[in-house]
């Protein structure tokens, strides 16, 4: 598939079934991870929030699984932070709020 769509910014991740949302935080780490090889630095925050936000979203039968996934990739967005960035005095993020709409309770068949 990446032959033919690389991932990078603006090429959309949708999994249909996506439970836990392992294969999103996967797809979420490749564009990290690339976008940074691209660029040659670190992201900051609110780089790692928007490729986040445009360009992963899944959704399951399954509220659970939805909110489950959420949490994992914003762990997985954390994972990536200084802790400077994230805490402290001169700190001005806060963890986004992963929409209902990336994220939704639909059964997709």
Do not use: W
């Not at 399954?62 to 959420?70: L, M, W």
């Amino acid at each position: 598939m990446d032959r033919k769509l690389p991932l990078r910014d603006g090429v959309a991740v949708f999994d249909p079934a996506c439970g836990s949302g392992a294969f999103l935080v996967q797809a979420y780490r490749r564009l990290v991870e690339r976008t940074m090889q691209n660029e040659k630095r670190a992201l900051k925050l609110t780089e790692l929030r928007d490729l986040l936000k445009d360009n992963i979203f899944g959704v399951d039968r399954d509220p659970d699984a939805c909110r489950v996934a959420r949490m994992s990739l914003a762990i997985a967005l954390l994972d990536y932070s200084d802790p400077p960035d994230v805490s402290g005095p001169t700190a001005n993020f806060n963890c986004p709020r992963l929409a209902r709409k990336m994220f939704s309770k639909k059964d997709f068949f």
